[in-house]
């Protein structure tokens, strides 16, 4: 054990860390987004209720992303300075670009909606949210251009044993960046979306008096009103209605951003097998180049010249193997090991295809489940008409089919699916370009900072690590707890102080939110 | 265009100190100016809608170090490895206790926030100055004496923001924190500002360059006015001055950081090509002015003084 594998630990504790909460950032800050512009649109007031509660989720959800962040700007330099000697030239531009053009955005604009409820014109606060969501997904196209240059890198030349750029666009539309980033970002979507599901899911059994576990919990009378006996009061058909909107806003959500993944993932495939084949064949676990290569599903269970469909869409062509690159690199790059750790590259692929198209099935699944039909129940919105536009196709002909409550369930427990699979993702992408830092030009092991003593590093690693541990149960709790609670404001009580006199008076109501 | 970048850098340091220095001044101060939770919401509400932004100054800074000077950005912060991870490690535990404060349960939950709030702005704003007196001197004694000037101008300056932000008892009690401040900061003050330009006298043909000098006495100048103000209670004039002081202060310590702004390594050993350094000034012309635009008018949207807010909650 030595300082390079300490700091390797302490990169992937804190990488993984920080992307547990970025995804549900970029996705959800949109989904709110989304929400507010309903709301603005129609008036209606379950969507302030939706945007309100969903965006306290958000707001505990950022502060974590934000602080988890700055970690990962400072260990570059920290513990990699061989490496950031190396590739700053290139690589700094677009981390710097990062803060200039995403970051000041994302944190001044949010600031202004948090605070802004009752100070700005509504159509500036939908604004404020509008450019906060877009800060968080140009920082995504940032950093993951960044990253990209990792794998495949472009535009730059190496001048006295430092890379210098000669194309900055060469490097923002970097093949392999423009591959990556809609994949990355849509799975943030996916993972939004399954966040959301889960928590509308757990609303809706709630409000029927249902646990997830399917026991009874409470309000016996009112459970399985949502079936469609008809036979519901109306405060629960209305608060039901309320989460189905956003199991709704969610489905379409994550099946949108689900055809996406595939679709990049699909041309991901591809480039992995012109730029970075060791990782394809670490993926399959595929030793000697083969014609025809077959995909395994498990160990055992092969789809013959699967491998060869998806690399190359030619099920005939050859697929290059770990110790054929071995043996190859060696006469390239000189004796060493090039072989990343196989079996966690395997796995992590098959964790990210399965759990995410998991996720994605159970969307549409979704989808067909809560349909309009002709001459089905009415839906219960119907009632509230206060809006500038009253919804007029969701009338009498086409009506919304409730949520089954074990699908609300399925939601519910499905929340772990996505986020599993977007971090498998990480897991293939980054331990499969093991062991470079640079593809094909520098070592992970020669990036490592040369002056840092391994006590420091262990230092940093375990205070991190208890820190972030600590700080990970506090907001599982915190988010737990607030999903539980529910909206401040159930929207089924109006209160008629503030809708007599104006209208709009109960709209600009502010809530708490910091 | 070496030096532009040097310019450029030194200048997001400074956007950072000033505005991340009033930052950390009022999370410092949070138990001192506050006797009730009313109270601790509008000390935290002076800085609540803005406080993100500033962070994102350091954030650039250090961004544009790496891509402008890879070395000095990787230099630097593997040199100070145990201090920068103190630095991070606070800002970690302050920025969860700002946004989270409003939203765990009243009582032990919300005072182990403040607690955070308080010990993440304590411990950075120590660090910073102690970094950079160490990087001028490499002597206990002027790490202390940086870690303390950057403390003790950070909560003069919170202090003063404060006052220039609320109403009622609050107000009374930050300007009483910021007089106390200031018989802290300005001893120190005189002790560390000159010793700046001092720290540089071995680099031939600029350490003695008098404008340097001249920043540091300056400084020193806006430090006694900000205090002086406070006194006769004009608090736009003393934020202004307090403010000033900053600027200058940090001035001073990166001219005495040019033309090597680590052991060893000169900036021009230290830069990106030229090819790179161009683009990023382009696009930074485009960017900054941009920023500075919508940042400063999130900062006029909430320009109001704040009461004590009791109806919420």
């Given at each position: 054990?030595d300082a390079l594998d300490?700091a390797?630990?302490q990169f992937?504790?804190?990488t993984v860390?920080?992307?547990?909460?970025?995804?549900l950032?970029?996705g959800?800050?949109?989904?709110?987004a989304g929400l507010?512009?309903?709301?603005?649109r129609?008036?209606?007031?379950?969507?302030?209720t939706?945007?309100?509660?969903?965006?306290?989720l958000f707001?505990?959800?950022f502060?974590?992303?934000?602080v988890?962040?700055?970690?990962?700007?400072f260990?570059f330099g920290?513990?990699w300075s061989?490496?950031s000697?190396?590739?700053g030239?290139v690589?700094g531009?677009p981390?710097?670009l990062?803060?200039l053009?995403?970051?000041?955005?994302?944190?001044t604009f949010?600031?202004?909606w948090?605070?802004?409820w009752n100070?700005?014109?509504?159509?500036?606060h939908?604004?404020?949210?509008?450019a906060a969501a877009?800060?968080?997904?140009l920082s995504?196209?940032?950093?993951?251009a960044?990253?990209?240059w990792?794998?495949h890198?472009?535009?730059y030349e190496?001048v006295?044993?430092r890379?210098?750029m000669?194309?900055?666009?060469?490097?923002?539309t970097?093949?392999t960046?423009?591959a990556?980033?809609?994949h990355?970002?849509?799975a943030?979507?996916?993972?939004a979306?399954?966040f959301?599901l889960?928590?509308?899911?757990?609303?809706?059994l709630?409000?029927?008096?249902l646990?997830?576990?399917?026991?009874?919990?409470a309000?016996?009378?009112t459970?399985?009103?949502?079936?469609?006996?008809g036979d519901?009061?109306?405060?629960?058909?209305?608060?039901?209605?309320?989460?189905r909107?956003s199991?709704r806003?969610a489905?379409v959500?994550?099946?949108?951003a689900?055809?996406?993944?595939?679709?990049?993932?699909?041309l991901?495939g591809?480039?992995?097998?012109?730029?970075?084949?060791?990782?394809?064949a670490?993926?399959?676990?595929?030793?000697?180049?083969?014609?025809?290569?077959?995909?395994?599903?498990?160990?055992?269970?092969?789809?013959?010249?699967?491998l060869?469909l998806?690399?190359?869409?030619?099920p005939g062509?050859?697929?290059?193997?770990?110790?054929d690159?071995?043996?190859r690199?060696?006469?390239?790059?000189?004796?060493a090991?090039y072989?990343?750790n196989?079996p966690?590259?395997?796995w992590?692929?098959?964790?990210m295809?399965?759990f995410?198209m998991a996720?994605v099935?159970l969307?549409v699944l979704g989808?067909?489940l809560?349909?309009?039909?002709?001459g089905?129940?009415p839906?219960?919105q119907?009632?509230?008409?206060?809006g500038?536009?009253?919804?007029?196709?969701?009338?009498?002909k086409?009506?919304?089919?409730p949520?089954?409550?074990?699908?609300?369930r399925?939601?519910?427990?499905?929340l772990?699916l996505?986020m599993?699979a977007?971090?498998?993702?990480?897991l293939?992408s980054?331990?499969?370009r093991?062991?470079w830092?640079v593809?094909g030009?520098?070592?992970?092991?020669?990036s490592v900072?040369?002056?840092?003593s391994?006590?420091?590093?262990?230092?940093s690693?375990?205070?991190?690590?208890?820190?972030y541990g600590v700080l990970?149960?506090a907001e599982a709790?915190l988010?737990v707890?607030?999903?539980?609670?529910?909206?401040?404001q159930?929207?089924?009580i109006p209160?008629?102080?503030l809708t007599?006199?104006?209208?709009d008076?109960a709209?600009?109501?502010p809530t708490l939110?910091y | 265009?070496?030096?532009?970048?040097?310019?450029v850098i030194?200048?997001?340091?400074?956007?950072?100190f000033v505005l991340?220095?009033?930052?950390?001044?009022?999370?410092?101060?949070?138990?001192l100016?506050?006797?009730?939770?009313?109270?601790r919401r509008q000390?935290?509400?002076?800085i609540?809608?803005?406080?993100?932004?500033?962070?994102?100054?350091?954030i650039t800074?250090v961004?544009?170090?790496f891509?402008?000077?890879p070395a000095?950005?990787?230099?630097l912060?593997?040199?100070?490895?145990?201090?920068m991870?103190?630095?991070?490690?606070?800002?970690?535990v302050?920025?969860?206790?700002l946004?989270?404060?409003?939203?765990?349960?009243p009582g032990?939950?919300?005072?182990?926030?403040?607690a955070?709030?308080?010990?993440?702005?304590?411990?950075?704003?120590f660090?910073?100055?102690a970094v950079?007196?160490?990087l001028?001197?490499?002597?206990v004694?002027?790490?202390?004496i940086?870690?303390?000037?950057?403390?003790s101008?950070?909560?003069?300056h919170?202090a003063?923001?404060?006052?220039l932000?609320?109403?009622?008892p609050?107000?009374?009690?930050a300007?009483?924190a910021?007089?106390?401040?200031?018989?802290?900061?300005?001893?120190?003050?005189?002790v560390a500002?000159p010793?700046?330009?001092?720290?540089a006298?071995?680099?031939p043909?600029?350490s003695a360059?008098?404008w340097?000098?001249a920043c540091?006495?300056?400084?020193m100048a806006?430090?006694?006015?900000?205090v002086?103000l406070?006194?006769?209670r004009?608090?736009?004039?003393a934020?202004t001055?307090?403010?000033?002081?900053?600027v200058?202060?940090?001035?001073?310590l990166?001219?005495?950081?040019w033309?090597a702004p680590l052991?060893g390594?000169t900036?021009?050993e230290?830069a990106s090509?030229p090819y790179t350094l161009t683009?990023?000034?382009?696009i930074?012309?485009?960017?900054?002015?941009a920023?500075?635009?919508y940042?400063?008018?999130?900062y006029?949207v909430f320009?109001?003084?704040?009461t004590v807010?009791?109806?919420?909650?």
């Amino acid at each position: 054990m030595d300082a390079l594998d300490l700091a390797r630990w302490q990169f992937g504790v804190t990488t993984v860390y920080h992307f547990l909460f970025v995804p549900l950032t970029i996705g959800l800050g949109a989904f709110v987004a989304g929400l507010q512009t309903a709301w603005y649109r129609t008036g209606k007031d379950h969507y302030l209720t939706l945007t309100k509660f969903f965006g306290k989720l958000f707001l505990i959800n950022f502060a974590m992303g934000v602080v988890t962040g700055i970690v990962q700007e400072f260990q570059f330099g920290m513990n990699w300075s061989e490496y950031s000697t190396f590739v700053g030239d290139v690589f700094g531009a677009p981390l710097a670009l990062e803060s200039l053009v995403a970051f000041f955005l994302e944190s001044t604009f949010l600031g202004l909606w948090i605070f802004g409820w009752n100070r700005l014109p509504k159509r500036l606060h939908l604004a404020a949210i509008w450019a906060a969501a877009i800060g968080s997904n140009l920082s995504a196209y940032f950093i993951l251009a960044a990253n990209a240059w990792m794998k495949h890198p472009v535009g730059y030349e190496v001048v006295n044993g430092r890379a210098r750029m000669t194309d900055l666009w060469a490097v923002l539309t970097n093949p392999t960046a423009l591959a990556q980033i809609p994949h990355v970002v849509a799975a943030a979507f996916v993972v939004a979306g399954g966040f959301v599901l889960a928590v509308s899911g757990y609303r809706i059994l709630r409000e029927r008096g249902l646990g997830v576990t399917g026991r009874r919990t409470a309000e016996p009378a009112t459970a399985g009103a949502g079936d469609g006996d008809g036979d519901a009061t109306i405060p629960l058909r209305r608060r039901t209605d309320m989460w189905r909107t956003s199991l709704r806003g969610a489905l379409v959500m994550t099946a949108l951003a689900g055809v996406v993944v595939a679709g990049t993932g699909d041309l991901s495939g591809r480039l992995l097998h012109e730029q970075q084949p060791m990782k394809l064949a670490a993926a399959e676990g595929l030793t000697r180049d083969t014609a025809g290569a077959p995909f395994s599903i498990v160990p055992g269970v092969e789809v013959p010249n699967m491998l060869s469909l998806l690399a190359a869409h030619d099920p005939g062509a050859t697929v290059q193997g770990v110790d054929d690159i071995q043996r190859r690199y060696e006469e390239q790059f000189g004796p060493a090991d090039y072989t990343p750790n196989v079996p966690v590259v395997f796995w992590s692929f098959r964790v990210m295809i399965g759990f995410g198209m998991a996720t994605v099935g159970l969307s549409v699944l979704g989808l067909w489940l809560t349909r309009k039909r002709r001459g089905g129940q009415p839906s219960g919105q119907r009632g509230r008409q206060r809006g500038r536009r009253h919804d007029s196709r969701t009338g009498e002909k086409r009506a919304a089919a409730p949520v089954p409550s074990w699908f609300a369930r399925a939601c519910v427990l499905a929340l772990p699916l996505p986020m599993m699979a977007i971090i498998a993702g990480w897991l293939l992408s980054e331990i499969g370009r093991q062991p470079w830092t640079v593809q094909g030009e520098l070592l992970t092991a020669a990036s490592v900072s040369p002056g840092v003593s391994l006590a420091e590093v262990a230092i940093s690693l375990s205070v991190f690590t208890v820190l972030y541990g600590v700080l990970a149960v506090a907001e599982a709790a915190l988010l737990v707890r607030h999903v539980k609670a529910g909206p401040e404001q159930p929207p089924t009580i109006p209160d008629p102080t503030l809708t007599a006199a104006d209208p709009d008076a109960a709209r600009l109501t502010p809530t708490l939110m910091y | 265009m070496t030096t532009f970048w040097f310019i450029v850098i030194a200048f997001l340091w400074t956007g950072y100190f000033v505005l991340e220095g009033f930052d950390f001044g009022v999370g410092a101060l949070l138990p001192l100016l506050s006797r009730s939770e009313a109270e601790r919401r509008q000390v935290i509400g002076t800085i609540g809608p803005v406080w993100d932004g500033n962070e994102v100054w350091m954030i650039t800074a250090v961004g544009a170090m790496f891509a402008a000077f890879p070395a000095w950005y990787s230099g630097l912060l593997s040199s100070f490895y145990l201090p920068m991870f103190l630095i991070v490690a606070g800002l970690i535990v302050r920025g969860v206790g700002l946004e989270w404060r409003g939203k765990v349960r009243p009582g032990r939950e919300r005072a182990l926030c403040d607690a955070g709030i308080v010990a993440g702005s304590v411990l950075t704003a120590f660090l910073w100055g102690a970094v950079f007196g160490n990087l001028l001197y490499d002597t206990v004694l002027a790490t202390v004496i940086g870690g303390l000037l950057s403390l003790s101008v950070a909560i003069l300056h919170g202090a003063v923001f404060v006052t220039l932000k609320t109403t009622g008892p609050v107000r009374a009690r930050a300007r009483r924190a910021a007089l106390l401040a200031a018989a802290a900061a300005v001893p120190v003050g005189v002790v560390a500002l000159p010793s700046i330009p001092a720290s540089a006298m071995d680099v031939p043909n600029w350490s003695a360059s008098p404008w340097l000098w001249a920043c540091a006495v300056l400084a020193m100048a806006a430090l006694t006015a900000g205090v002086a103000l406070v006194w006769r209670r004009r608090e736009g004039w003393a934020f202004t001055a307090t403010a000033l002081s900053i600027v200058l202060t940090t001035a001073t310590l990166f001219g005495a950081m040019w033309p090597a702004p680590l052991p060893g390594l000169t900036l021009a050993e230290a830069a990106s090509a030229p090819y790179t350094l161009t683009m990023l000034t382009w696009i930074g012309l485009i960017a900054l002015p941009a920023v500075l635009v919508y940042q400063g008018w999130s900062y006029w949207v909430f320009r109001k003084r704040l009461t004590v807010d009791i109806s919420s909650h």
